[in-house]
Nanobody, 125 residues
Framework: QVQLVESGGGSVQAGGSLRLSCAASGDTYSTNCMAWFRQAPGKDREGVATINTETSGTYIVNSVEGRFTIARDGAKNTLYLQMNSLKPEDTAMYYC??????????????????WGQGTQVTVSS
């Protein structure tokens, strides 16, 4: 089992920045793909970014590319999502997820076995 705990959410004005963290514990060796998802009220959960923990390769979806960056500190077993130039449409609950996979760029919700409880991000205009 892998436990994931997110933190760092909050309320910011449009144009501001936040950094989300996700602390992983347990059988983390059983996973090599970590990702951030988000879910806005009334919408489906969508993938935002992934990272391969073995190669450090990353993938960012088009809607946030250039504004969001995913990174991981292996020594701390912590995943990060740096969010800059935030927009009101970025308002959502943000979730950390992990899985084992060959292609970490596949950011499909159903592929991920482990999930955190989420952290809320609210961006006001």
């Amino acid at each position: 089992q892998v436990q994931l705990v997110e933190s760092g959410g909050g309320s910011v004005q449009a144009g501001g920045s936040l950094r989300l963290s996700c602390a992983a514990s347990g059988d983390t060796y059983s996973t090599n793909c970590m990702a951030w998802f988000r879910q806005a009220p009334g919408k489906d959960r969508e993938g935002v970014a992934t990272i391969n923990t073995e190669t450090s390769g990353t993938y960012i979806v088009n809607s946030v590319e250039g504004r969001f960056t995913i990174a991981r500190d292996g020594a701390k077993n912590t995943l990060y999502l740096q969010m800059n130039s935030l927009k009101p449409e970025d308002t959502a609950m943000y979730y950390c997820a992990a899985r084992w996979g060959t292609y970490c760029t596949r950011i499909t919700e159903g592929l991920f076995a482990y999930w955190g409880q989420g952290t809320q991000v609210t961006v006001s205009s």
